[in-house]
């Protein structure tokens, strides 16, 4: 049976948008736009939930890591309401740290959409980690 992966992936794609935005404003947006009213977010390192909690730890996440982006490695796997799928942080000058090596952050998250698309939860799993992080 097919299944529609137009909204798994447009999900994704929000998600994304909300991760690389640098502007507190856009993110604000973009974070809205991703994320359904009472989304949560969980990973090793955060668990927060609404609009504004989102917003800071992704903000955090670009004063950690200035000059990269999150993108998306691989396909999106989606079925019912839940998604998965694999992201890395790399940087927007060269692809990777240091113009070689690997990413220093990458990871696997599982969402769950509302019925409007947009994200219930998120629940992430860091793959890769720097030293120190």
Known sequence: MPVNTDRYENAVSRYFEAWNSREP?????AVAAAWAVGGGYTDPLADVVGHEQIAGVIAAAHEQFPGFVFRLTGTVEGHHDTARFSWELVS??????????????AGSDVITLAGDGRIRTVL???DRVPDGA
């Open 124 to 126: 992430g799993f860091l």
């Open 92 to 105: 927007e000058a060269g692809g990777t740290p240091s113009g070689g090596g690997s990413a220093p952050v």
């Open 25 to 29: 404003k856009a993110r604000t947006k």
